[in-house]
């Protein structure tokens, strides 16, 4: 699968402070995802981030609160705007329409997903 | 809108023994994929298998397999032989198709328990 990464893996922030989330992979992809999975819960999407064009948000996300970023193929940011403990969780990004093997296209990889603790 | 339930929060199994987790989705769509991910303590989240719904044949992957119920929109996830490594959460997604644009909708997931 596409290898992909993620920075930082985990931190501790302030409330009222915001966040900026690397994701990073290895070959070009067409699309990117980000994800928030809050704790002891399962993923949600946040929005889908297509290069050249706006982020796509779902209900309930709001570009203000969840700013993202793709700027070219291998790389997005998610920014966590303006925290509250509300907001602790994981936060995931992947992958989708990656060229490498069968049914690859299809499929979404994740990256390792980055743990925000919000004081 | 799409849901994807699984009405199990956590299984038990005995190592080498055969388990299998539930999975239902509603859906309108005649063109989706259906996917398994695992996610152990580690939280990276591995894709375990997938099945397109245009594709009668159920899936496998070495011990991992799925019953596939177009109809009744099931789909099962069957583990043989299970592994220590094997415990994790078990998640079951969903996702339209049409050249992958869509992200997926998840069901609340199932904790695998193996049990030495």
């Known amino acids: 699968s596409a290898v992909i990464s993620q920075k930082p893996s985990r931190d501790i922030c302030q409330r009222g402070t915001s966040l900026t989330i690397q994701c990073q992979v290895d070959s070009q992809v067409t699309m990117m995802f980000w994800y928030r999975q809050q704790p002891g819960q399962s993923l949600t999407l946040i929005a889908t981030?297509?290069?050249?064009?706006?982020?796509?948000?779902e209900s309930g996300f709001v570009i203000d609160k969840f700013p993202i970023s793709r700027p070219n193929l291998t790389f997005s940011t998610l920014t966590v705007s303006n925290m509250s403990p509300e907001d602790s969780s994981i936060y995931l990004c992947?992958?989708?329409?990656?060229?490498?093997?069968?049914?690859?296209?299809?499929?979404?990889?994740f990256g390792p997903g980055t743990r925000l603790t919000v004081l | 809108a799409q849901t994807v339930t699984q009405s199990q929060p956590e299984m038990s199994v005995q190592e080498a023994e055969t388990v299998t987790l539930s999975c239902t989705y509603d859906?309108?769509?005649?063109?989706?994929?259906l996917f398994w991910y695992k996610q152990p303590p580690s939280r990276q989240m591995i894709l375990v298998i997938r099945q397109e719904a245009y594709k009668q044949q159920n899936a496998t992957e070495n011990r991992f397999s799925v019953n596939f119920q177009k109809a009744a929109k099931s789909f099962s996830l069957k583990i043989s032989d299970s592994q220590l490594g094997d415990a994790a959460m078990y998640f079951c997604a969903y996702r339209s198709g049409g050249g992958g644009a869509d992200g997926l909708t998840f069901g609340k997931g199932t904790h695998l328990i193996i049990q030495p």
């Open positions: 859906t309108s769509e005649s063109d989706y994929y």
């Open positions: 992947s992958v989708g329409g990656w060229s490498g093997g069968a049914g690859a296209a299809d499929t979404q990889y």
């Open positions: 981030a297509n290069q050249g064009s706006e982020a796509t948000y």
